[in-house]
């Protein structure tokens, strides 16, 4: 058994700054760091943390230092790709001493935890919203798979490889290697999840057989409105994290960030 606690678009800012000139998303993942020691007492131990990326929303060495520092109480290991809002550079020194994370060149990386494969792929295209999987990162996926013999794998990365609906998160989606991402993976025979982030909202779907979850923010969300002219505002919100558990297969349970305090006899 392996369980993975996935938590994405975390946002962080310098001391004193406010994300959207509203959010104080230092105090949204302080919250949710308590919330996940208490789901450590109900689901028991935890094998390590995953981010789906924009750890950083200005990208600053004090906005990781600061992540870093929340994080630390949970003394868990914690693995990491970029979003669009982080700096690569700036990223990689910053958690480079973690040891899994490329020297030079896109940051994509492969770890095994437990029972499972966790690979990491880097869709950042600095200084723009949208992603892109290049050649080389594809590259990496594909050796890299065929060196798993369809072991239980999660693949992660920060752009969705699907388009939400949300026609202003689309616009600065997954523009290139979405249909080779879809190639390599439809010859993969292992049980297979692909996690993401960016969308601040939970969607679950498929590609090529496989199955897809976006993971809510921990600061923030968007109303769910398809039309073109749908405002472009965001909405405060301590989304719910992802529990990633592997036992004879993958179930993937959203723990919600707000429940009753009383329970009830069943
Ligand atoms: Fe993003």
């Not at 060495?61 to 979003?83: M, T």
């Not at 997954?174 to 692909?194: A, K, N, Q």
Request: proline letters at 3%.
């Amino acid at each position: 058994m392996t369980k993975i606690i996935q938590i994405s678009d975390t946002h962080l800012v310098k001391e004193g700054c406010l994300v959207s000139k509203t959010l104080e998303t230092a105090a949204s993942l302080k919250n949710l760091v308590g919330r996940i020691s208490k789901i450590k007492l109900e689901v028991g131990s935890i094998d390590a943390i995953i981010v789906s990326g924009d750890i950083s929303d200005d990208g600053t060495a004090e906005s990781y230092q600061r992540f870093k520092s929340i994080l630390s109480s949970l003394e868990l290991p914690i693995f990491l790709v970029p979003g669009n809002h982080d700096v690569r550079s700036i990223f990689r020194s910053e958690f480079l001493s973690a040891g899994y994370l490329p020297k030079a060149g896109k940051l994509n990386w492969h770890k095994k935890v437990g029972e499972i494969h966790i690979i990491g792929l880097d869709t950042l295209i600095e200084g723009q919203g949208g992603g892109e999987l290049d050649g080389d990162t594809l590259k990496f996926l594909e050796s890299t798979l065929e060196k798993l013999g369809n072991a239980p794998t999660l693949l992660m990365l920060h752009h969705p490889p699907f388009k939400s609906g949300i026609e202003f998160m689309d616009a600065i989606g997954l523009h290139t290697g979405r249909e080779s991402l879809g190639d390599i993976l439809s010859s993969y025979c292992g049980e297979l999840i692909v996690v993401c982030g960016h969308i601040h909202t939970n969607i679950i779907t498929r590609l090529r057989g496989h199955t897809v979850i976006s993971a809510p923010s921990t600061c923030s969300s968007f109303v769910y409105n398809i039309h073109n002219d749908a405002p472009v505002e965001v909405l405060k919100q301590e989304g719910g994290l992802i529990l990633h558990d592997w036992s004879e297969g993958f179930k993937s349970i959203q723990i919600e960030a707000m429940r009753g305090e009383a329970l009830f006899p069943f």
